[in-house]
């Protein structure tokens, strides 16, 4: 019989000794460093007053995954920041407990603060920079007061521009310009200071100022120190501070840090191969619709034609993006069959299936019932339907499970290439409804088990945040405001007119009765030119904004907006268009599928939650960079360009190229309990 005892022994020996073999030579090194270099939490430090630039800056630390200690500046029981706050000794190592520093501004304690002064010394002594969120131009950061060829006032529209220095320096990812947002001449949005640097002042973004430049934002090395001094006023929605964000970051960490950033588009085109109602402008509803009275007769549909399908084709070609055919397989059969004008042929189907390998395909179940309890529609709105009982009556499991079966059987016979995990019902319907079905259908969580769903869409606007069904997770997508049952540029300028404009002007009042939530137009929109004029730039303004947000949820609209006049191109082409133009190359659009958009959230939240428990230690000393998760948490991290990660035996290029950076999700190696990053010298 084989000794297993002996056989282990000799095996954790051999690993022991492998173990020796790769660390000893890197121990022999680095002797000489290891032995003064302190210890760097990576971990920030953000002194909150209560403003919007340090707000902004926070959410940028916590939407990215970088942990912080937030010290509220106005609250009597904050912590003293002093040398024991700052720094103590781990193992007889100096450690900093911090690797960056946020203020609001350059000395938000007041003249001879102690706090200030220990600050100062923390930062001389470790290294660690500083941001100042939001100051005015004068010399105490390095700039020129504003009367000596400077400015101070309303911003709005101002077009400023990365520096030379900028573009080398931490802001590398953009392509250059950094327009000012002006969305409304009668609402005054940014106000800020222009300088002109002294020595010891690096612009990073400066404007035109006369007939020359100051600078806006860069960096102010002095006393042994770096502040990075923004001198003009923010929000976290501005497009101006989303685009320098990362920057921000990526300066403050010196590149190194927990968490990571990317810019992420997805538009998932839903009911594919059905037909869309059509709204009907006298009536100001959808004829089929249940609560569209007097529509009886009137109905009208709205679906894509073979010239649709391979515009569609050639536009992503043009542009370099993939749309997402969401796709109802037993819809479009039953079209072909009530249209038997057509010989029983489907051109349009025809053609996207030719152009099948173009596009990513997701399962949006066969005919697109609605999977949650029966309606009772006698009213407006529905509600639950119950039986004799008084029990709610839902679709069954065996009902769901053969819609969502049929639907993928169909697209493998069709040679669709899918993802059997990924789904997405009839209006995220299933999921829990409000307010007339509060809770999921208790038939969904089974169904979706027994066709392999793990990853089923819901509405962003009713469910942001990532949950379970079963053993499936949500994916939340934002809705885009390009309307499902309008096919023309007028039947959307209409539509959005009856839901936006107030009573006197002919809406329906929507906007008054909800003011905290919506606006009514100044004015009705022109129904020949107000969609490409008004509703097309608000909504690739929103939608750029989830881009620039780290926000991987994708956006969704429907078949019917590739159809007729094509309103959602126009859209697509302002996002794609604008952001190609912000971003240099080094920093493309992640389009991804579904079921990498919920594996991230997935990561996200166990990420955060492992931070919420303290249960993450992460640390730099010299050029090796150390992070500790629980088992099982994968933690994203940042490090520059040439960083390796070290192996059992040896090491490999650390992450994906990404904005300048390396980053990625990453986990211990083999016989390893922690991640180790050796950076470049």
């Not at 994906?656 to 010298?681: C, D, F, I, K, M």
Request: net charge negative.
């Amino acid at each position: 019989m084989v000794n297993k005892n002996r056989m282990n022994r000799a095996a954790a020996a051999w690993v022991a000794a492998a173990l020796v073999s790769v660390a000893v030579p890197a121990s022999a090194a680095t002797a000489a460093e290891t032995a003064v270099a302190p210890r760097i939490d990576l971990r920030v430090l953000v002194v909150d007053d209560g403003g919007s630039s340090i707000e902004a800056i926070t959410t940028e630390l916590r939407d990215t995954g970088v942990p912080y200690t937030r010290v509220e500046l106005g609250s009597g029981s904050r912590p003293v920041i002093d040398a024991g706050f700052l720094s103590d000794t781990v193992d007889g190592r100096p450690r900093a407990k911090f690797q960056g520093v946020v203020l609001p501004n350059e000395n938000p304690f007041g003249a001879g603060s102690a706090e200030m002064a220990a600050l100062a010394a923390y930062e001389t002594s470790y290294g660690i920079r500083q941001v100042d969120a939001y100051t005015w131009a004068h010399p105490g950061v390095g700039l020129e007061y504003t009367d000596n060829g400077g400015y101070a006032g309303q911003l709005d529209g101002t077009r400023a521009a990365i520096t030379p220095a900028g573009r080398a320096g931490p802001f590398g990812y953009l392509g250059g310009e950094v327009a000012f947002e002006d969305n409304s001449v009668l609402i005054p949005e940014s106000f800020g200071f222009m300088g002109q640097p002294r020595p010891g002042y690096t612009s990073y973004l400066d404007a035109p100022v006369g007939s020359g430049r100051a600078s806006l934002l860069g960096e102010y090395t002095h006393d042994g120190r770096s502040e990075l001094v923004v001198t003009f006023g923010y929000n976290q929605y501005q497009r101006q501070y989303r685009l320098l964000a990362r920057g921000i970051v990526e300066w403050l960490t010196r590149g190194v840090h927990l968490g990571q950033s990317r810019n992420y588009f997805a538009v998932h085109v839903d009911d594919v191969f059905a037909p869309d109602a059509r709204w009907n402008s006298e009536l100001n509803c959808t004829p089929g619709d249940y609560a569209c009275p007097g529509g009886e007769g009137k109905e009208s549909s709205i679906r894509m034609t073979a010239g649709d399908a391979q515009y569609a084709a050639q536009w992503q070609q043009a542009k370099g993006f993939k749309l997402d055919m969401v796709f109802n397989a037993g819809a479009g059969e039953e079209w072909k069959a009530e249209n038997a004008a057509n010989g029983g042929t489907d051109p349009m189907a025809a053609q996207l299936l030719a152009d099948r390998a173009k596009y990513r395909w997701i399962n949006h179940t066969y005919t697109h019932p609605f999977l949650g309890c029966v309606q009772d529609t006698a009213t407006v709105p529905w509600s639950c339907a119950k039986n004799a009982q008084g029990a709610i009556q839902w679709m069954s499991r065996s009902e769901i499970a053969a819609q969502i079966r049929d639907n993928h059987n169909w697209a493998v016979l069709k040679g669709i290439s899918l993802d059997r995990s990924e789904l997405v019902t009839g209006e995220h319907s299933g999921l829990k409804t409000l307010p007339q079905q509060p809770q999921d259908n208790p038939n969904l969580a089974g169904a979706l088990a027994d066709n392999g769903v793990r990853w089923v869409a819901s509405d962003n606007s009713r469910e942001p945040a990532q949950r379970g069904v079963g053993n499936a997770l949500t994916v939340p997508r934002h809705p885009m405001n390009v309307y499902y049952n309008t096919g023309t540029n007028a039947e959307m300028a209409d539509e959005y007119n009856w839901i936006y404009a107030s009573r006197a002007d002919g809406g329906s009042g929507i906007c008054e009765d909800n003011p905290a939530t919506s606006t009514c137009l100044a004015a009705p929109l022109d129904p020949a030119t107000g969609y490409l004029t008004h509703i097309v730039p608000q909504e690739a303004r929103t939608a750029l904004r989830h881009v620039l947000a780290n926000d991987p949820r994708p956006h969704y609209v429907h078949q019917s907006n590739l159809a007729e006049d094509r309103t959602l191109y126009p859209v697509l082409d302002e996002v794609l268009d604008t952001y190609r133009v912000l971003y240099a190359a080094n920093t493309p659009i992640v389009n991804q599928s579904q079921k990498d958009t919920g594996t991230e959230l997935q990561r996200r939240a166990a990420w955060d939650k492992a931070l919420a428990e303290g249960k993450v230690t992460a640390y730099r000393i010299g050029t090796t960079v150390t992070v500790k998760a629980p088992t099982g948490v994968v933690a994203p991290v940042t490090a520059p360009e040439g960083t390796r990660k070290q192996l059992l035996l040896g090491t490999t290029a650390y992450g994906n190229a990404y904005a300048g950076t390396r980053s990625a999700w990453t986990g211990p190696e083999l016989l390893q309990n922690s991640v180790t990053l050796r950076l470049p010298s």
